[in-house]
């Protein structure tokens, strides 16, 4: 009693075929073996459940379908292996923590899971494909008899397309004392699906389309509306830049002082004697010599200050033609003011001190180095500014 | 059938004595009995009054979770407690409950099927409902909580105009394909498994639409034993493909603890442990719905007291498997000389969460041990009351790994004790509210017990006589 089963009623004109019902596992098994014996072909047992030894008694033949699985579960495991290799490791490589770009282990778990899927999907739809389904219509539900069959009752059905059917076929099954038999005729076309139904397919399948296609379309065209924003205060938040002003506070800036008493920490040092060490200046005037013990670990301390701090820009020989400066002029810059060459005169003549606040502060358009070279340090490089280079 | 017709007015020690030993299937004598109980349920014009207010109370909490999700899609995940240093909190410890519970329903149809276990005929097609609509419970919660909901898509490979891909070395990508998959394959066989059924509730339907709706469900099934024999071979190796996958599941969800360096989640015992809590917690969730179900729609006799008895057992048995688990944490948190790891596990137990620990230690390891008497697993009320002692237990205990394990982390300066919001707590009790509803449906509509796989165990099954090359079993 399929849906279309009932939907078509049509002119029968020829036989289908013979069933014959039993109300026992037994009868149904006697009655296989029996049919299978006289050397039918196009027959078949339609039981509520799988009836153990049913298979031997009709002499089915194992099915193909674990090696179908078996194979498409390579294809899932392999599948899932190139897919994890092209995505992060050749077209989209993933740089991190050093990791090498691929290695198999992390990629076990995503490879197993395809393997799975793979596999479990070719074994539900090859089995529904391979049965013939989704066939909801079979002259069979037309029988009386049938719609016991996937409740208590065991039927046996023999096709009229069958060389061996005939007259006999009605006695054979008689002699295994069933229930009742039917004849079945074929209806003149087989259950068609009626237009209405497939009217609201074609709409339904047309509708579902339709996401898709717009997204696609979306992909390849270009819109001059600006982006759809689903929680705006999401993709665009209030954010201000250090030196922009602000309604929010009552001074009026966006950016926040520190807490009043913050103070960097070598500050607490500048309060100290030795004024000129920490500012390169005593009593307004820059400090004329270096305020330290000028030992040779001191002045090689200097020299390889100098290589790390200042070579990048000013270059190994002070000359100013780095590699900074250099690939500025390469990029063709026209903004880039270069470093000076620290080997002329007026370098020479400055005042160490000079030099100190130079480095310290900054000094036009280059930044200040005091919070990455210490004191010390600083006045080491001064020393080779002033004695080596 | 008239002889029992009240069967289920009998108590359940009666309907055991009726068959010694006891019976798979007690005083259904024909097939058809079987299918009588199981299919009037669908088919009867009104339900038990209980199911009308469970249902009503169900949907009032689907309600919640959806406007706790709109609330929460509007505004942003700031409605939740989830903050430094616990930024993990309801919505992963959920998440892990819900997948923990989706792991009873494949297991006992996939596991046991294999080991040839006939008492799972029972249980199975309702486990393995429960256990796509807690999948459907979980996958919500990763998916609500990646705050930018209209991206999520991000997490799957597909070519996008940023031309970037995702990291598959991250395990909350192998989360996406293990739940994924689990999903997929799940459905696939509770729906295969359904298909006979449905067909056989077409071939009973009165109305046009029952007619319809149950025959497009059923695809056309008519009971040929060339189409029984494909599917059972494809049965079997769904079984023997889900049974990995069961395992590999809860495996790749406690990878996304055991990966993190933190301590509490750094360990190798994850894996297992996780496993063995998730058929525990599975299990509490089978109990605690086929206990009230079998007594509303009259079970009695297809999910047996035996049934239930052997179910208390696996409870027992994977609760101390947990109760393991936790002392071995201990142990190797002392063993390994590791100071913080030692630390996380002093303050799990005796820090500012110890109620949650001692609530998830009485629940998962105490409560169970009643079961070592038989009495206690006879006992209806009883073992109703541990399976929700479990399954709140089992909801303590990812919570305690989350929430315990990140609260005292590293920089004491951050320590900061977490707190859900309200919105957490009704997202969660929505959470209920979405699976009950799904679940209730299920009830109503389609064949709670797998009708064609009953009828199989049933004595009445078995070929008696001596057919040919028919192999007796």
Redesign the interface.
């Known amino acids: ?3 279309t089963g ?1 939907l078509t009623m049509t002119n029968q004109t020829s036989i289908h075929g013979i069933l014959a019902e039993f109300d ?3 009868g149904i ?2 009655a296989a ?1 029996k049919v299978k014996q006289e050397g039918y072909r196009k027959w ?15 002499g ?1 033949r194992q ?1 193909r ?2 090696w179908l ?1 078996l194979v498409m579960g390579f294809a899932g495991c392999s599948g899932g292996i190139l ?2 290799w092209w ?2 490791a050749h ?2 490589v ?1 740089r ?1 923590s050093g ?1 090498p770009d691929w ?1 198999l282990p ?2 076990i ?2 490879a ?3 393997t ?2 793979f ?3 070719t ?2 739809f ?3 494909i ?2 013939g ?6 002259p ?2 037309r029988a009386k008899c ?7 009752r065991f ?1 046996l059905a023999i096709d009229a397309r069958d060389d061996l059917f005939g007259e006999e076929t009605r006695k054979l099954l008689e002699s295994l004392s069933p229930n009742t038999i039917e004849m079945i005729e074929a209806p003149i076309e087989d259950g068609k699906i009626p237009l209405r139904l497939k009217g609201m397919l074609g709409i339904a399948l047309t509708l579902l389309l339709l996401p898709p296609a717009m997204i696609a379309n979306a ?1 390849f065209t270009k819109s001059t509306q600006p982006r759809v924003h ?2 705006p ?2 993709d665009t938040q209030v954010t201000h830049r250090g030196q922009e002003a602000s309604d929010f506070f009552a001074d009026g800036q966006a950016m926040r002082l520190p807490i009043s008493g913050t103070y960097a920490q070598e500050d607490d040092r500048l309060i100290g004697e030795q004024v000129g060490f920490w500012t390169g200046k005593e009593n307004g005037a820059y400090l004329s010599s270096i305020p330290m013990d000028v030992t040779p670990e001191f002045e090689d301390r200097g020299r390889a200050r100098f290589g790390i701090y200042c070579s990048a820009c000013h270059a190994v020989n002070g000359s100013g033609q780095g590699t900074v400066h250099l690939r500025a002029q390469e990029l063709l810059s026209k903004t880039w003011v270069g470093p000076t060459d620290l080997r002329t005169d007026a370098i020479k003549q400055q005042a160490p001190g000079q030099l100190f606040e130079s480095i310290s502060n900054g000094i036009r358009n280059m930044p200040s180095y005091s919070s990455q070279i210490p004191a010390a340090d600083r006045w080491a490089i001064v020393q080779y500014l002033k004695e080596s280079l | 059938m008239a002889k029992y017709a009240n069967v289920n007015e009998l108590s359940d020690s009666q309907l055991d004595n009726l068959l010694e030993p006891p019976a798979l299937v007690q005083n259904a004598e024909t097939f058809h009995d079987i299918t009588e109980s199981v299919c009037s349920i669908a088919e009867a014009d009104r339900m038990p009054r209980s199911w009308y207010v469970l249902f009503t109370l169900a949907l009032c909490f689907l309600g919640v979770l959806g406007a706790m999700i709109f609330h929460l899609f509007t505004t942003g995940v700031g409605v939740w407690g989830n903050n430094q240093p616990v930024a993990w909190g309801f919505p992963i410890v959920n998440f892990v409950f819900w997948v923990g519970i989706g792991h009873a329903g494949t297991l006992i149809s996939a596991v046991l099927y294999l080991f040839r276990q006939g008492w799972r005929t029972g249980i199975n097609r309702f486990s393995e409902a429960m256990t796509i609509f807690a999948v459907c419970c979980a996958g919500l919660f990763p998916a609500i909580h990646v705050g930018r909901v209209w991206v999520i898509y991000w997490v799957f490979p597909i070519p996008n105009q940023m031309d970037m891909w995702p990291n598959f070395r991250s395990p909350l990508l192998w989360d996406v394909f293990a739940v994924g998959t689990y999903f997929t394959v799940s459905l696939l066989f509770w729906y295969m498994g359904m298909v006979p059924d449905l067909a056989t509730q077409r071939d009973r339907a009165k109305t046009k639409l029952r007619q319809f709706l149950y025959g497009i469900f059923a695809l056309g099934w008519n009971g040929s034993n060339r189409h029984w024999h494909r599917y059972e071979r494809a049965y079997l190796l769904l079984a023997a493909l889900a049974t990995p996958l069961v395992l590999s599941v809860h495996s790749v969800v406690s990878f996304d603890f055991a990966v993190a360096q933190i301590p509490g989640w750094h360990t190798t015992i994850f894996p297992p442990y996780f496993v063995a809590g998730a058929i525990f917690s599975g299990f509490a969730m089978v109990l605690t719905l086929s206990i009230p179900a079998r007594a509303l729609f009259g079970f009695k006799h297809i999910i047996t007291m035996r049934h239930i008895e052997l179910m208390c057992k696996v409870i027992m048995c994977t609760g101390m498997l947990v109760g393991y688990a936790y002392a071995m944490e201990f142990f190797m948190a002392w063993y390994s000389g590791n100071r913080y790891e030692g630390f996380t596990f002093v303050n799990r137990a005796f820090g500012p969460y110890a109620w949650a620990y001692w609530t998830m230690v009485s629940c998962n390891v105490i409560s169970p041990q009643i079961f070592w008497f038989k009495r206690a697993r006879r006992c209806i009320p009883l073992i109703f009351v541990i399976s929700i002692f479990v399954n709140i237990g089992m909801w303590f205990e990812r919570f305690v790994i989350t929430v315990t394990s990140l609260n005292r982390d590293f920089l004491p300066s951050s320590w900061n004790y977490f707190s859900p919001t309200i919105v957490d707590i009704l997202t969660l009790a929505g959470s209920f509210g979405l699976f009950f509803t799904l679940f209730l449906l299920f009830c109503r509509w389609l064949p709670q017990v797998a009708i064609s796989e009953v009828k199989n165990v049933m004595p009445s099954a078995h070929p008696h006589g001596n057919h040919g090359e028919v192999n007796h079993d």
């Open positions: 009693m399929a849906i009932r026992s596992v037994d098994l006697h073996e078949d047992c339609h039981t509520p459940f799988p009836v153990h030894g049913l298979d031997g008694a009709m089915i099915t379908l674990p699985v897919l994890q995505t992060n077209d989209y993933f991190i990791k290695s992390a990629n778990p995503v197993f899971e395809m799975i899927l596999a479990a999907l074994a539900f090859s089995m529904w391979l049965n389904f989704p066939r909801w219509y079979s069979l539900f049938f719609t016991r069959a996937t409740d208590d039927v992909r689903i929680v205060n999401m």
